[in-house]
């Protein structure tokens, strides 16, 4: 049921208890009071079950069995305020407002909050039709504050979770966790923040039942779970590379089910929703990508796949080459994989004065030219059907004024700007790895993957804006961030230091300093200068 309250007033004069003149924009009590008026929207209090009605105490004297206080069997017990403050106050730990960085504290230290939430027990029948109800709740609101094409990461999630809330404890918890999240990061709301990160340690102790049942670790609902709070470690960062621990233990969940476990609509939407994370964590983690193997190749061709084995025929041409360039592009990355370890030794072994073997080298160069000639026959592709993609990043006058570029890229489309940066990431991985082995040969690819690395950081300043941007950007900056300027560098701390308040995995400070990168007659000698610190790449994800 829903109600209003009566008071017509602005929320700071009922607090107060003052009579509210309720003049626009702001009433006169704020305005000598020196507060921002709230304004007379009236928030709605969403109440699932029945009212808890509490017995009148019984007379002096009286000789009465009095029923326990508290919620009768079948009440309510998930209470969820949305726009409007809360006058309980649960005395768990999780009630009180988390210690933040100064950065974080800044961010949230003058907001109020937008709700008040508590969570309904694990287990019980009338419970889980509740904990359906207030999720989907949480979920509209989160749509409500941002663009649905901003959500686009998690809107199979947000779609497909529903009809199966109020099944698995595991997946209820863990969907509970992430809304809650994303929405108190939104609404800079610290006391849903710290309600989140409660039911994130409840999530974890119901995703490892799971995993130890012998038959629900296989469960859709199960990887489901693991994957949400796998998404929730990048926007919370509760230890270090937490976020690469769940990428790598979603992924060996996966190859235990198997491909086939993914030949359904409900698995595959998940495949595709989560593989863009299982590659960045593989490239970091300078292992293959299980995606890249036979058997998960087919997974990938969201359009073949679609039609050969869900019977999806219904989807137009432009949606069609849409899928094909965002497939084959990820599959590139994938690719990326297998020679990111190959390119490490390379380096390392150059770093440390060491023999290169010949064999080595020329198998490393070999690999390098088939990804590009791959790449560039994608481009063409893209370049063809750009009309039905997105159309050409255009050059336009930066709007940022802590931007070190006069003239930034501007793209209709920031997810075709995503696709964009990973396609000039790539490139400049594989040309300056050639122009290494070999500058007499490849001359000209020392002056190309520069512009490469010019382009991602003038894409920044549009596709890093909004709830997802660093979603968005986060893997284009950190390999290119060593071969950046020293003035480069400081300026993307910023930008990663002005998402942490979102992302709470971001950590500009232990990203290393800047490498120099001038060429020289010897190439022990050039290839020691170029040369990247791969270990110290690792440590600072």
């Known amino acids: 049921m829903v109600g209003v309250p009566r008071s017509k007033g602005c929320s700071t004069c009922i607090r107060r208890r003052v009579k509210c003149d309720e003049t626009l924009p702001s009433c006169g009590n ?42 009768p069997q079948g009440a309510c017990e998930t209470i969820l305020l949305v726009r409007g403050i809360s006058s309980l106050s649960p005395t768990s730990s999780a009630s009180r407002v988390p210690s933040g960085k100064p950065d974080e504290e800044e961010e949230y230290q003058n907001t109020r909050p937008c709700f008040a939430f508590y969570a309904p027990p694990p287990h019980g029948g009338a419970s889980t039709t509740n904990r359906a109800q207030y999720i989907t709740t949480m979920i509209d609101v ?27 404890a595991s997946l209820d918890s863990s969907t509970c966790a992430f809304t809650l999240h994303l929405l ?53 960062g509760t230890a270090p590379r937490s ?9 060996r969940l996966m190859q235990h089910r198997g491909a086939k476990s993914f030949y359904n609509q409900w698995d595959w939407g998940l495949l595709l929703s989560y593989r863009g994370l299982l590659i960045a964590s593989s490239i970091f983690e300078f292992e293959e990508c299980f995606l890249a193997k ?70 490393l160069q070999s690999a390098c030219e088939k990804q590009i000639s791959t790449y560039k ?19 336009v006058p930066s709007e940022d004024p802590e931007s070190i570029f006069p003239v930034v890229l501007r793209f209709d489309n920031p997810w075709a700007g995503t696709v964009f940066l990973g396609f000039w990431a790539c490139m ?17 690819y020392r002056a190309e993957a520069e512009k490469h690395r010019e382009d991602i950081l003038k894409s920044l300043e549009f596709i890093a804006k909004g709830v997802s941007g660093l979603y968005r950007i986060g893997f284009g900056i950190r390999l ?25 995995s971001v950590n500009p400070e232990l990203y290393p300093p800047q490498k120099v990168l001038e060429p020289v007659q010897v190439e022990i000698e050039r290839a020691t200068a170029a040369n990247i610190s791969w270990e110290s790449f690792t440590e600072s994800i």
């Open 294 to 363: 036979k058997q998960w190749r087919p997974l990938c061709d969201s359009a073949e796949f679609s039609k050969r084995y869900l019977d999806q025929t219904n989807a137009s041409d432009d949606a069609i080459t849409t899928l094909e360039i965002a497939d084959q592009h990820l599959m590139a990355l994938a690719d990326l994989t297998l020679q990111f370890k190959d390119m490490q030794e390379y380096h390392s072994g150059l770093r440390h004065r060491l023999e290169v073997d010949p064999a080595q080298k020329a198998a």
């Open 184 to 236: 108190g990061k939104i609404k800079k709301d610290r006391i849903a923040l710290a309600h989140s990160r409660q039911l994130y340690g409840q999530s974890l102790a119901e995703l490892q039942r799971a995993l130890s049942h012998h038959t629900e670790w296989k469960s859709s609902e199960t990887l489901c779970s693991a994957m949400l709070l796998g998404v929730y470690e990048l926007f919370a």
């Open 30 to 71: 704020c305005i000598r009071y020196g507060v921002d008026c709230p304004g007379y929207d009236k928030g709605l209090k969403f109440v699932a079950g029945k009212h808890d009605v509490k017995p009148r105490a019984p007379r002096q004297g009286a000789k009465t069995n009095t029923p326990p206080t508290g919620p």
């Open 428 to 444: 400049f991985l594989y040309k300056f790895t050639l122009w290494n082995l070999d500058a007499d040969k490849y001359p000209c």
């Open 243 to 251: 976020w690469r621990r769940h990428a790598n233990g979603i992924a």
């Open 480 to 504: 290119i961030f060593e071969f950046s300027s020293p003035m480069e560098q400081a300026w993307l701390r910023g930008v990663l230091r002005r998402a942490k308040p979102m992302y709470g």
């Open 377 to 395: 026959k994608w481009y063409e592709m893209l370049t063809e059907e750009r009309r039905k993609f997105s159309s050409a990043p255009v050059e």
């Open 142 to 168: 989160i749509r409500a504050a941002e663009s649905r094409s901003d959500l686009l990461p998690f809107e199979h999630w947000f779609d497909a979770v529903a009809p199966r809330l109020g099944s698995k």
